[in-house]
């Protein structure tokens, strides 16, 4: 497709449970970013894939977040044992090979944490 | 660690004046992009600056890339309501790694 996908549109999770979100890149694209973004600003970059690879996940907390992206499925952002602090817009955004810089960000997924 | 800091974080506008909101790193930037986030919408890409003292103009947006690439700027002429959002700068500190560190945000609104 011509725009990133991200579903759910909105997420609720009791703390301490599973919260996993979903990301379809544009068709063609090669890089995969995902990012927080809490109170409408402070993004925090989470993790980036070049296909099906990771290329740079420094901004994970990998005690309970992890992320894939398998041919030919969904990418997927997963939080084990969701905290309140979670709570956030979570954006997906694709890139080019050619133009890696140029992200394309997705709708977001609102994860509300109770 | 990595920080970009954007200034102002909030402007208020009246339609026809201009607005320029100004980005600042704590180290040299590899290259630098703005983004605008319309209300309850998603981050758009706007442009990437690579080169010390990089002037771009897009219509009545110039933006600029410090000679010692540590700060940039955007500035709006003549404001209009459609240019209402949160503009974000997002610094590239290393060459190829594409992992950008977004600053806060300045949140622009103008009134008709």
């Known amino acids: 497709g011509e725009e990133v996908a991200q579903t759910p549109k909105h997420l609720v999770r009791g703390e301490g449970q599973k919260a996993k979100l979903y990301c379809a890149p544009i068709?063609?694209?090669?890089?995969v970013f995902w990012y927080q973004q809490v109170l409408k600003n402070e993004f925090k970059f989470l993790i980036s894939?070049?296909?099906?690879?990771?290329?740079?996940e420094t901004g994970m907390p990998k005690e309970r977040f992890s992320a894939k992206c398998l041919p030919n499925s969904p990418c997927s952002l997963e939080i084990q044992a969701t905290k309140l602090e979670d709570s956030a817009v979570y954006f997906c955004?694709?890139?080019?090979?050619?133009?890696?810089?140029?992200?394309?960000f997705g709708p977001g997924t609102r994860l509300t944490v109770t | 660690g990595q920080q970009v800091m954007q200034i102002p974080q909030y402007q208020h506008v009246q339609e026809g004046e201009d607005f320029t909101t100004y980005c600042n790193s704590s180290?040299?930037?590899?290259?630098i992009q703005w983004y605008k986030q319309r209300p309850g919408g998603h981050p758009v890409f706007l442009i990437q600056?690579?080169?010390?003292?990089e002037v771009k103009k897009q219509k009545r947006l110039t933006f600029q890339f410090g000679e010692a690439k540590k700060n940039s700027s955007l500035h709006i002429t003549a404001t209009q309501t459609t240019d209402v959002g949160t503009y974000f700068c997002?610094?590239?500190?290393?060459?190829?790694?594409?992992?950008?560190?977004f600053g806060t945000g300045t949140r622009l609104k103008v009134l008709a």
């Open positions: 955004a694709s890139s080019h090979f050619r133009r890696a810089y140029e992200q394309y």
């Open positions: 068709k063609g694209h090669s890089y």
């Open positions: 894939f070049q296909n099906e690879n990771v290329f740079d």
């Open positions: 180290t040299t930037l590899s290259n």
């Open positions: 600056l690579v080169k010390s003292g």
């Open positions: 997002a610094g590239g500190f290393t060459s190829g790694t594409y992992k950008y560190i």
